[in-house]
């Protein structure tokens, strides 16, 4: 089946010398991925290599047999030409982390709008912004809506979070739990939205540790979820 669509590219692995096997986040048919034959070799070819950076923003005409294979693309070309995330290098680590917390998040292979229109406008915001450092934060809070292990924000002014659970607490679980003052800036991200975020003042320390905790709030609520290799250069580089 012939299909056209936006899509969000994901991941792109080498295969053989000259191809790409690429995971993308397609807006018509959720999660699919393509074998890009000679797309390393090719200069004049409909598909350029440059195309399937993390969390490129394309159109794309693809053949979907939709038999759990990998599919084709026809082609492609760019729906959203971003000026700065691929140039700057805090937002260039970003982009390699982000990528890879969808590619590790996402498992559908089924359209879910909502989520993709969240994930391109929010990827726009980012483009367009010169204050990012809580971006990522927020992005990921944001993005467990979609994916079904929102925190339920009752109790808010309770001193615990019980990441298992979901849930505010008077007291501390057995779980792992945030207090203190990562529950502080947790519920200061809960509370605001994308323009917002530059209110959000925290130190590079406190910024890792919620990270780690949102990645494993993330490992304890998805099934298979693999931690990112990308945290450790996006710690090093941004914080």
Known sequence: MLVNTKAIVLSAIKYGDTSLITKIFTQTDGVKSYLLKGV???KRGKLKSAYFQPLVQLEIQAFHKNK??????????VAYHYQSIHANVAKNALAFFLAEMLSNSIGEEEPNEVLFSFIEHALQWLDTHEEMANFHL??????????GF????QNRDFPYFDLLEGEFLKSPS????????????FNSLLGTDFDGLAAVKMKKSTRQELLKNLVLYYELHLQGFRKPKSLAVLNEVFG
Not at 68 to 77: D, F, P, V, Y
Not at 138 to 147: E, G, I, N, S, V
């Open 40 to 42: 390393l070799s090719s």
């Open 68 to 77: 759990g294979t990998l599919e084709s693309i026809r082609e492609a070309k």
């Open 138 to 147: 927020y992005f990921l809070l944001t993005l467990t809506k979609y994916l």
């Open 174 to 185: 057995l779980n792992p739990n945030l207090s203190g003052e990562n529950i502080f800036y």
């Open 150 to 153: 929102y925190p339920d924000t």
